[in-house]
């Protein structure tokens, strides 16, 4: 069965500085995509970044990257120079192939202070 | 190039009355997936739809609840005779039909149950 896991529930970093949110994730499936959402205080779901199971390199977008570990079933967000805005719940997702659904974390509040 | 609509964007119901939830998929996608999260929460996989067709209802309660996505017009999400527990942000997301595919969510509709 998928699983993710997301161990802080909180964050809090300063503006302009890098910041790591944990994702991990259990699956048997050799073919999967893991994903990240932001979800601010407005309440909509934004996509921010896709992994590919098979990819060889890291995804990046922008301000964020995914730091993508397989061997250790891990799929960190990095956001590199956190803006005031960034202030949101982020959710790490894990869909695999031929599962119709997508399973998400409990997700992280990140809080960016001025 | 619009994303996927939902309306309406806040319902409030009494215990008993019915609930529909709309949702227009973007342009181009032909997978619909229906959402809740409970405040604090994750969002939970429910019924995943393709034209006429339900493909996937595993994480629908039995009762009460039911889904379609017709030939032509939005989906639908249908509670009947709702009950406080039913309270919760509905969310729906499409994807284009290729496996592993990226879901971009709708703006969600917030339900609830006086």
């Known amino acids: 069965a998928q699983k993710i896991t997301q161990t802080q529930p909180g964050m809090f970093v300063q503006e302009k500085e890098a910041v790591t949110l944990d994702c991990t994730y ?33 995804a990046t ?33 894990m869909r695999e192939k031929g599962n119709n659904d997508m399973r ?7 809080t960016v202070k001025p | 190039n619009a994303g996927v609509m939902q309306n309406p964007r806040h319902l409030v119901r009494r215990r008993g009355q019915e609930a529909r939830l709309r949702c227009s998929p ?24 393709q034209k006429e067709n339900i493909i996937d209802e595993s994480g ?33 997301a499409s994807s284009p039909p290729r496996e592993t595919g990226i879901m971009f969510f709708g703006p969600g509709t917030r339900l609830t149950v006086l």
């Open chain 1, 26 to 58: 259990d699956t048997s499936d050799p073919s999967y995509g893991l994903f990240w959402y932001k979800q601010p205080s407005s309440g909509e779901m934004i996509f921010l970044i896709y992994q590919g199971s098979y990819d060889q390199q890291n």
């Open chain 1, 61 to 93: 977008e922008g301000r964020y990257s995914l730091n993508f570990q397989k061997a250790r079933k891990s799929a960190n967000l990095v956001i590199s120079s956190s803006q005031l805005g960034y202030s949101a719940m982020y959710f790490c997702a």
């Open chain 1, 104 to 110: 998400f974390g409990a997700g992280t509040r990140l």
């Open chain 2, 26 to 49: 973007m342009k181009g996608h032909s997978h619909v997936y229906w959402y809740r999260q409970l405040p604090e929460e994750g969002l939970k996989f429910m019924v995943y739809l």
């Open chain 2, 60 to 92: 629908m309660p039995k009762e009460r609840f039911s889904a379609e996505f017709p030939k032509e017009g939005p989906s639908i999400l249908r509670i009947q005779q709702v009950v406080r527990g039913d309270s919760a942000a509905y969310f729906c």
